[in-house]
């Protein structure tokens, strides 16, 4: 090999290592928020707020926070460089909170354009909307409960895996947002009692705005619907038809779903949608607090439970029709089974959803009654 070839192949592989370490950055001079939050004050304007780690141990405080107002999230990042020690990194974070005083105004989620703008932001953020003060969420720290945006994240995380809320990342309300035949719907969280509490599903409209919240149990059944439950979730029913001994709720039975399957068929006549529902759960036993013999009557509680899920099935899609909405994502199948009457709806889906018949029927089989009888 002559000199000459071998200086340029030295100079080729310095040059590759110079490169590699020309955006290094050392993790004390970083700062690197987890939580991003969105929020507007009394005078309606716009604050960001951030919460990072402190990599340090002369500190006491683990996290620090940011804040400031802005017209943009990218407008912000002049405001959050001049707060902080080092460079911010918006790359990682955990959750998105917004704020519900947000929700009352069209157009908020073009406040989160840089998010999906940037290539080299992440878009699995568990989006969350916080009903209540987004700084009086940032600045709870009880001192009995990890870092907020490990608890969040795991709260959402955890309680969607049992489907008693759901877990939307930033890439998924953006798809729920740009495509007509759905409508957003996030976690929500609340402080109670000087705690972060999850309430449930916040339901959003096509263009932003808040309708309504669903709790634990009626989360379930939208999972159900849209077939999203997967096998493990509870659900409990007070049965009118036992006796109640009060101050307990002695006829209430409790049990865990195994298999589930949903069927959906959809139809267009009379200028309406038409849509069956066949929901079938295999299902086993965590309670019972009234006196039945199962073994030999299980046709009977099975019976009195398909009454149940139906009834509350009936309430939360009249919920929807009400609100002018559609979580389930409805127009998917319209869309896709009777594209021409959809095309000439879409842009007032909500509003032809909310006259549209919907029939659902149950059928439940215990599996399991427990060791005891």
Request: charged share 20%.
């Amino acid at each position: 090999m002559s000199p000459i070839v071998a200086r340029i192949g030295l100079m080729m592989i310095l040059s590759l290592f110079l490169s590699s370490c020309s955006d290094q950055l050392n993790l004390e001079n970083a700062n690197i928020p987890l939580v991003l939050g969105m929020d507007l004050d009394k005078n309606e304007k716009f604050h960001f707020y951030l919460t990072a780690p402190v990599f340090s141990n002369n500190i006491k405080k683990k996290s620090y926070e940011l804040t400031g107002t802005a017209k943009t999230l990218r407008q912000s990042k002049a405001a959050q460089d001049a707060q902080s020690s080092g460079a911010t990194q918006g790359r990682n974070y955990q959750v998105i909170l917004i704020g519900k005083r947000m929700l009352n105004y069209e157009g908020w989620f073009k406040m989160l354009e840089v998010i999906y703008r940037d290539a080299r932001n992440t878009v699995t953020d568990r989006v969350i909307v916080v009903d209540g003060s987004v700084p009086e969420m940032l600045y709870l720290n009880p001192p009995d409960q990890p870092m907020l945006p490990i608890l969040l994240r795991g709260m959402v995380d955890s309680t969607s895996s049992h489907s008693e809320t759901v877990s939307t990342t930033a890439h998924e309300l953006h798809r729920q947002f740009t495509d007509l035949g759905i409508t957003p719907y996030v976690s929500q969280v609340k402080i109670i009692g000087g705690k972060v509490r999850l309430q449930g599903t916040a339901l959003i409209s096509q263009t932003g705005l808040y309708k309504g919240t669903l709790d634990a149990q009626e989360t379930v059944l939208l999972r159900i619907l849209q077939k999203n439950a997967e096998p493990g979730f509870s659900l409990s029913y007070q049965l009118p038809q036992e006796p109640e001994i009060s101050p307990f709720a002695t006829n209430m039975v409790s049990f865990t779903a195994g298999k589930v399957k949903t069927k959906i068929k959809t139809g267009f006549q009379n200028n309406r949608f038409k849509y069956d529902f066949k929901v079938s759960l295999v299902v086993g036993l965590s309670e019972h607090l009234f006196p039945f013999d199962v073994y030999h009557d299980s046709k009977q509680l099975e019976k009195m439970i398909e009454e149940q899920l139906t009834a509350q099935f009936n309430a939360l899609i009249a919920k929807i029709q009400k609100l002018k909405i559609d979580p389930i994502g409805l127009g998917v199948y319209a869309r896709a089974y009777e594209y021409q009457a959809f095309k000439k709806t879409e842009n007032e889906w909500g509003e032809v959803l909310s006259q549209a018949d919907i029939h659902i029927s149950t059928k439940v089989k215990i599996s399991a009654m427990g060791p005891i009888k």
